[in-house]
């Protein structure tokens, strides 16, 4: 085509309907994407919940820091290797290992705890729009 042609009016929008599916697309392999990890984290959860009740039934501390640090070093290797920011990665660790310190103290309290639910906790009122 020469520079000087024009394109048919309705080629910008096939265009656009093109670009509307392919971001549809994508938008579902997000959204199953973040119903994996929802998943994942309540099962991660299940086992912190375990790992709690029995150190609150040994007397053993909520947190084991040497466990920590070596989980994350862990963590940030596989998130080089999968191209992640390992900051990123690591925030996110020290977000959930915050909160599974949080559930085993409740738990060596003698409190009851829903995974994945902190303290006083209310369900989000609002979605997340991350995409």
Same mark, same amino acid.
């Given at each position: 085509?020469?520079?000087? +042609?024009? &394109?048919?009016?309705?080629?910008?929008?096939?265009?656009?309907? !093109?670009?509307?599916?392919?971001?549809? %697309?994508?938008?579902? %392999?997000?959204?199953? =994407?973040?119903?994996?990890? =929802?998943?994942?984290?309540?099962?991660? #959860?299940? #086992?912190?919940?375990?790992? $709690?009740? &029995?150190?609150?039934?040994?007397?053993?501390?909520?947190?084991?820091? !040497?466990?920590? &640090?070596?989980? =994350?070093?862990?963590?940030?290797?596989?998130?080089?290797?999968?191209?992640?920011?390992?900051?990123?990665? +690591?925030?996110? &660790?020290? #977000?959930?290992?915050? +909160?599974?310190?949080?559930?085993?103290?409740?738990?060596? $309290? $003698?409190?009851?705890?829903?995974?994945?639910? %902190?303290?006083?906790?209310?369900?989000?009122?609002?979605?997340? %729009?991350?995409?």
């Amino acid at each position: 085509m020469a520079v000087h +042609e024009e &394109l048919p009016a309705d080629a910008d929008a096939d265009a656009d309907a !093109a670009a509307t599916l392919q971001l549809h %697309s994508i938008r579902e %392999s997000i959204d199953n =994407i973040d119903a994996a990890l =929802i998943h994942l984290l309540a099962e991660r #959860f299940k #086992f912190t919940q375990q790992v $709690g009740r &029995l150190k609150a039934a040994h007397g053993l501390p909520a947190a084991d820091p !040497a466990r920590e &640090l070596m989980q =994350i070093d862990r963590l940030r290797g596989l998130a080089e290797e999968a191209h992640l920011d390992p900051a990123f990665a +690591e925030k996110f &660790l020290n #977000f959930i290992i915050a +909160e599974v310190i949080h559930h085993h103290v409740r738990i060596a $309290g $003698g409190e009851p705890v829903e995974p994945g639910r %902190s303290a006083g906790a209310e369900p989000a009122s609002s979605p997340i %729009s991350a995409s």
